[in-house]
């Protein structure tokens, strides 16, 4: 099922939000959401699924609208909010068995459902217990099995991994990208590893805009206009740093942070600088120990675009 976002606005009093913003998500792909707190992440969430209403714009989901179809939207969306709300008193069969009727489960099927739900998230050693009694890693696999219990083609998942521990973060990324092969998922994160991970393209959200689009080697591709360089060079480091500043196809020099004789060195736009190097320290007999190209690190690319 595809996923249409048209020139999507929410304006919070004098605050845009999110400030018009439009893309496509194609049936079957896992798409991460990934930007700085407060960038507007949630907030579009809630636009796509119905829970709140878009001051401009809107989102069909195989061309339904979510202003003209509401219900039928929330029909094919599953969704998992941020803090994941859950009725902890209630055990998680219980629970289940709610969200089952709440979402208009056939009711012949819930108990089927339930198994389902049990099983795909790993549920099945707790699934007595009550929400209180389950570790975060647990809630958030009920998170998931709620918003999945109606089958829906969407999976709408707000930063479904915040606060788990590294095991957990692990076991939760297995499951969304199983669940991904077979429906469309959208996934926030302000954690680019956890993207990068799970997703096949990111869209990359600053201050309400759309400031990146693509899969994780695009992204760096892109961003990989100016060739960087990591040499070490035994002479003393003042010296060395001036010299390479001097050269004409550098743009920029920075000594490498606890690595003593290593530098960054950054070329121009369409230069390289491997040669002038060499021959730099040849000129003035500094043994070069090591150049290495350096790729762009999508930590980079996310913080030139959102800073
Ligand atoms: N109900 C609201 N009323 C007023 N402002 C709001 C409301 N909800 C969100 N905002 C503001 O809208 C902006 C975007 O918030 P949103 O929660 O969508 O960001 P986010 O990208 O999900 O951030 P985070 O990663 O911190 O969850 C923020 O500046 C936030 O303060």
């Given at each position: 099922?595809?996923?249409?976002?048209?020139?999507?606005?929410?304006?919070?009093?004098?605050?845009?939000?999110?400030?018009?913003?439009?893309?496509?998500?194609?049936?079957?792909?896992?798409?991460?959401?990934?930007?700085?707190?407060?960038?507007?992440?949630?907030t579009t969430m809630k636009m796509i699924t119905c829970y709140m209403a878009p001051s401009a714009g809107d989102v069909r989901l195989d061309g339904v609208s979510v202003l003209e179809q509401p219900e039928e939207v929330k029909k094919k969306i599953g969704y998992l909010p941020e803090n994941n709300p859950l009725y902890t008193d209630m055990p998680i069969v219980e629970y289940l068995r709610f969200a089952a009727e709440i979402q208009g489960v056939e009711p012949s099927k819930i108990p089927t459902r339930i198994g389902e739900m049990i099983e795909m998230c790993g549920l099945d050693l707790e699934k007595h217990k009550?929400?209180?009694?389950?570790?975060?890693?647990?809630?958030?696999?009920?998170?998931?099995?709620?918003?999945?219990?109606?089958?829906?083609?969407?999976?709408?998942?707000?930063?479904?991994?915040?606060?788990?521990?590294?095991?957990?973060?692990?076991?939760?990324?297995?499951?969304?990208?199983?669940?991904?092969?077979?429906?469309?998922?959208?996934?926030?994160?302000?954690?680019?590893?956890?993207?990068?991970?799970?997703?096949?393209?990111?869209?990359?959200?600053?201050?309400?805009?759309?400031?990146?689009?693509?899969?994780?080697?695009?992204?760096?591709?892109?961003?990989?206009?100016?060739?960087?360089?990591?040499?070490?060079?035994?002479?003393?480091?003042?010296?060395?740093?001036?010299?390479?500043?001097?050269?004409?196809?550098?743009?920029?020099?920075?000594?490498?942070?606890?690595?003593?004789?290593?530098?960054?060195?950054?070329?121009?736009?369409?230069?390289?600088?491997?040669?002038?190097?060499?021959?730099?320290?040849?000129?003035?007999?500094?043994?070069?120990?090591?150049?290495?190209?350096?790729?762009?690190?999508?930590?980079?690319?996310?913080?030139?675009?959102?800073?």
């Amino acid at each position: 099922m595809s996923i249409v976002v048209e020139n999507l606005t929410k304006q919070y009093g004098v605050q845009k939000a999110v400030n018009d913003i439009s893309f496509e998500v194609k049936t079957g792909e896992v798409v991460g959401f990934l930007g700085p707190n407060g960038a507007g992440k949630s907030t579009t969430m809630k636009m796509i699924t119905c829970y709140m209403a878009p001051s401009a714009g809107d989102v069909r989901l195989d061309g339904v609208s979510v202003l003209e179809q509401p219900e039928e939207v929330k029909k094919k969306i599953g969704y998992l909010p941020e803090n994941n709300p859950l009725y902890t008193d209630m055990p998680i069969v219980e629970y289940l068995r709610f969200a089952a009727e709440i979402q208009g489960v056939e009711p012949s099927k819930i108990p089927t459902r339930i198994g389902e739900m049990i099983e795909m998230c790993g549920l099945d050693l707790e699934k007595h217990k009550k929400i209180n009694e389950l570790s975060k890693g647990y809630r958030q696999r009920v998170g998931i099995a709620q918003a999945m219990i109606h089958d829906p083609e969407v999976l709408i998942l707000d930063e479904p991994t915040t606060g788990l521990d590294p095991n957990q973060i692990i076991e939760i990324r297995k499951l969304i990208k199983k669940l991904g092969k077979e429906k469309t998922v959208i996934l926030s994160s302000h954690i680019l590893s956890e993207v990068e991970a799970t997703c096949d393209r990111i869209l990359i959200i600053n201050r309400g805009n759309i400031v990146a689009d693509g899969s994780s080697e695009n992204l760096r591709k892109q961003a990989q206009g100016q060739e960087l360089l990591t040499v070490s060079i035994e002479a003393e480091a003042k010296e060395v740093e001036a010299a390479l500043r001097d050269l004409a196809s550098v743009e920029k020099v920075a000594a490498v942070d606890g690595k003593e004789g290593f530098y960054q060195v950054q070329s121009k736009p369409e230069k390289a600088s491997r040669k002038a190097i060499f021959d730099l320290c040849v000129e003035k007999k500094w043994y070069l120990m090591e150049m290495t190209g350096t790729e762009t690190r999508l930590e980079d690319v996310f913080r030139d675009l959102t800073n």
